[in-house]
């Protein structure tokens, strides 16, 4: 009944990706022309998409475990990021058996479900997992897309993010980001002898892993464009020392001791520099460092203190925080120093800008009346809007799409402490990342190539 075309790929962490998008659109009836479904995720407020998702169809044992835990983290994928609304398994009238067969769509559309998300998993005899999913347009009684994955059986997880990202891509015409990680900094022990060790985590929280031993202090740890180095502070011997780390193989480098640095570094969308801020003579200013000749060029030289750089998506220009005119705000430069200009005006004190993926937004820092607050304006310096507030709220980042931000907010007391966050750009998403101890500092990679 279906017509594949297959792309073979091999992606990373032993994972083979085959690619099967349905070249025959399957219709039970000819229904008149009509819009194709998807969400407006530019309007201001979005109505949750109703979606059904089965348990993938398999055998027993391993099939089974692997079909049913699938189709929970992609429910729990589409519902966290708030376009979403799944409907609950008790609800569903047809039970799938077959994802070959076209659903009875008058079933799906009784209990007021719009897209559904039919699978399949199944071992082959060389021992890898087959997954097969499809989306079904359950008004339109027709096949949207579907894809088909050989893996092995650890990696069903990911699997599933990627299912999710196909779904989302669909359904809002903009790239997922669910098959995503986060770097983050672990904090474990008394508030005022914390030890902190780099942690990577899949973005939803899931399968932490320390990077670092927690034997020298860490700070702020940045991803490198293609998603498999990432550079961080760390004091050895009380001297600020950057590294490079790799995050699969695990090997070190250092790039070099940068007494008086007040700000880590973050890489150029190129990946080929690094650009930070060293404090010098009482003041500080920003500097790149090309990573391959180990050249460090100077960019801005005030008496004030300027900090906090961050790259715009296509390497031109750069935002950073400053108070040369006597309070923090955000600046912006070309990416050579030049033609540097002041963009935020707004009330209270703003600080650690980061640019959007997508770079139509840069993020922000705000204290304002005694709260710290996540905002966004756009590179002009218009559009200044605050996404969420508390009593302490720092470090945003941005998912790859530029949809989705990840911040710290610090819990009051002695027994509190700092809990990752994400927040949408409507501001009206916001949600607890778990993580088994208290984090901070978080950054988003890219996608996972």
Known sequence: MFEFRSLVGALRARLSVRFAIAAVIVCAVAAPAQA????????GNVEPMPIA???????????ASAGADIATVVTNDLERSGLFKPLP?????EKVSDINVPPRFGDWRIIKAQALVTGQAKMEADGRLRVEFRLWDVYGEQQLTGLQFFTTPDNWRRVAHLISDAIYQRLTGEQGYFDTRVVYVSETGPKNRRVKRLTIMDQDGF???????GAELVLTPRFSPNSQEITYLSYHNNNPRVYLLDIETGQQEVVGEFPGMTFAPRFSPDGQKIIMSLQRGGNSNIYTMDLRSRKVTRLTNTAAIDTAPSYSPDGTQIVFESDRGGA?????????????????????RYATPVWSPRGDYIAFTKMISGQFVIGVMKPDGTGDRILTEGFHNEGPTWAPNGRVLMFFRERRGAQGGPNLWSVDLTGANERQVSTPTFASDPAWSPRIQ
């Open 207 to 213: 399968n932490p892993r320390m990077l670092t031993n």
């Open 53 to 63: 998702i089965t348990d993938f169809v398999g055998g027993a044992g391993q099939e």
């Open 89 to 93: 398994k008790s609800s569903f009238i």
């Open 328 to 348: 923090q705000q955000i600046y912006i430069m070309n990416a050579d120093g030049s033609n540097q200009r002041r963009i935020s005006f707004g009330q209270g």
């Open 36 to 43: 194709a479904l998807q969400i407006d995720i530019n309007r």
